[in-house]
């Protein structure tokens, strides 16, 4: 069974950072590509980055480049995000999820996470 466990989001002020982290279990993970989302209410949900966890390609939203980074942890099937200088247009409930291709659009993932909360204050 796939499991997708989101952990790391919080409350925080304009400007600062937060680390989300992702634990996949029962997938595949070294052969595919694994990504953040996010939804804030009323909007559709949207990529924020990807990274394909075979060679380590990454791609990125415009709107997250240059401060948010994805990485990942080979020998834990862990993937993360981190998120600096974080605007309160960056409030949303972040997904992680896990797919075949890598690219920022949603519908391409199979397997997704619960969410986890981030919310940035002016």
């Known amino acids: 069974?796939?499991?997708?466990?989101?952990?790391?989001?919080?409350?925080?002020q304009a400007g600062g950072?937060?680390?989300?982290s992702c634990a996949a279990s029962g997938y595949p993970y070294s052969s595919n590509c694994m990504g953040w989302f996010r939804q804030a209410p009323g909007r559709e949900r949207e990529g924020v980055a990807s990274i394909n966890t075979?060679?380590?390609y990454t791609f990125y939203a415009?709107?997250?480049?240059?401060?948010?980074?994805?990485?990942?942890d080979n020998a834990k099937n862990t993937v993360?995000?981190?998120m600096n200088?974080?605007?309160?247009?960056d409030t949303a409930m972040y997904y992680c999820a896990a797919g075949r291709v890598?690219?920022?659009r949603p519908?391409?993932?199979d397997y997704w996470g619960q969410g986890t909360q981030v919310t940035v204050s002016s």
């Open 54 to 56: 075979r060679g380590g």
């Open 85 to 89: 200088s974080l605007k309160p247009e």
């Open 107 to 109: 519908k391409i993932f």
């Open 102 to 104: 890598c690219t920022l």
């Open 62 to 72: 415009d709107s997250v480049k240059g401060r948010f980074t994805i990485s990942q």
């Open 17 to 20: 950072s937060l680390r989300l």
């Open 80 to 82: 993360y995000l981190q």
């Open 1 to 12: 069974q796939v499991q997708l466990v989101e952990s790391g989001g919080d409350s925080v």
